[in-house]
């Protein structure tokens, strides 16, 4: 069995209490290795090295600092092949999404953050009376980086990124559920210059390690990914101790059809919004509202492409639809399905799990599910399921698809299908989510602020807004 270890100044060691975890492959719901079960003594640890490791590494010339995160973009280009099979695994998601998504955007994380590092400013302001003011951008010291298990290496890499790119050192944790990746670079770094000390990769539980990291008084910011529940538990922890803090939560995506929609291209684009990962993605469309006027014939058309849509080993190249990442997941995501019919919805497709082939026969697959006919406040449209399930409502004009789509406690994405470009501007700007996509679905620039609100969140990822929240603003003002 293999056993992972956490990558504390630059070396991989076992956890000091001994204790570890299981890891299971989601696709054959076998252990197939184990993951340290760290604890605050873990952190302790990490924190000592990344200490060590800040005075050097925060003045080292950008120039410097960028090439060593080029260098780590690059290892990971060359490595895609093992990453792309080792998140398959891990994850349960087919290994095609790994190979042309997960691993090249971790790749590009790096990458655009160490262009960002050598492109950020900040401002000066000049006043009347012979005084002139510069904001200095410092970097926050210590700060600690925690992800989910969606995306594993690219949301790992999405905080990590910029956090060192400005500057800081960084104690991070992956998720328990999908360790691996996470494991494997920390020899990436390693290989790519990335000075010891400068990134520690704890794992462990949330409870355990992760609060110990959102506890520990010299790490100064936390940016966090995950659920909405765990979210409002590191804000009440880490709000007394007056720690920057950036989450991005759960969410609950509005999808709005309109009758002069590019019909054939937004089924399609609508099918992968639904269901790509698995549904498991933060950004996936879950709540599908259509023009009365085409809701039968968009109906027929999605679902028809919906039932080509069968799950599969993720190993496998042509596998479109993986395993659900966990067996508490799979239960939860059918305890919905369950929901959904005594909610009193009619199942148009799926609606129930299915037995893999082979290897694959004690895995956690789901058919893709399609339900209509829950009332918008139903819980099943309400709550985040976070799996292949979408449910579809029709509307009769602009107004009354915008009061659906903003009758939410979330606020991530929603997504627009129209040709109107009149009305496209004026939804976008009343719709209540921090990203929307006209047309299309997952067409990211990373230079744009990427987040939701209310319950889906507080604060921006991406481009400057991530530079500046890794780092703290000082004003100096010189009279002349
Ligand atoms: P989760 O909240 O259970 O766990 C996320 C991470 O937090 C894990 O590493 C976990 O170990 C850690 N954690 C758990 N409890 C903790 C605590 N008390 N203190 C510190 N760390 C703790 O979420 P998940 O199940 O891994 O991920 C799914 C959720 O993530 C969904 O709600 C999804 O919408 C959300 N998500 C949001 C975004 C976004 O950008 N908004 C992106 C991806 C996923």
Known sequence: ?????????????????????DNIEPATGQIYSQLPDSDENDVTLAVKAAESALSAWRVMPIEQRAEILFNIAVEIERQLEPLANAEAKDNGKPISLARSVDIPRAASNFKFFAHASS?????SHAMA?????????????????????????????????????AGNCVIAKPSEITPYTAYLLGKICQDAGLPNGVLNILHGKG??????????????????????NTGAAIAAQVAPKFKKLSLELGGKNPALIFADCDFDNTVEQLVKASFTNQGQICLCASRIYIERSIYDKFKMAFVKKVKQLVPNDPMIEDTKLG????????????????????????????????QGDNRCAQGYFIMPTVIEGISNSARCNQEEVFGPMVSMQPFDTDEQALELANESQYGLASTLWTQDLARAHRLSEAINTGIVWVNCWLLRDLRTPF???????????????????????KNVCIKY
């Open 119 to 123: 492109q950020f400013s900040s401002e």
């Open 129 to 165: 009376d012979q005084a002139i003011n510069y904001t200095l951008r410092l970097p926050v010291g210590i700060v600690g980086c925690i992800s989910p298990w969606n995306l594993p290496l690219y949301l790992f890499t999405w905080k990590i990124a910029p956090a060192l790119a």
């Open 451 to 473: 987040g939701g609100m209310n319950q889906s969140g507080v604060g921006r990822e991406g481009g400057l807004e991530a530079m500046r929240f890794f780092t703290e603003p």
């Open 1 to 21: 069995m293999e056993l992972l270890k956490n990558f504390i100044d630059g070396q991989y060691v076992a956890p000091l209490s001994g204790l570890y975890l």
């Open 207 to 228: 409870a355990s390690v992760g609060a110990a990291i959102c506890e520990h008084p010299k790490i100064k910011a936390i940016s966090f990914t995950g659920g909405s």
């Open 323 to 354: 395993a659900i990442v966990s067996k508490p997941h799979f239960d939860k995501i059918l305890s919905y399905i369950d929901l959904a019919k005594q909610e009193g919805a009619q199942i148009l497709t799926g609606g129930h799990s299915v």
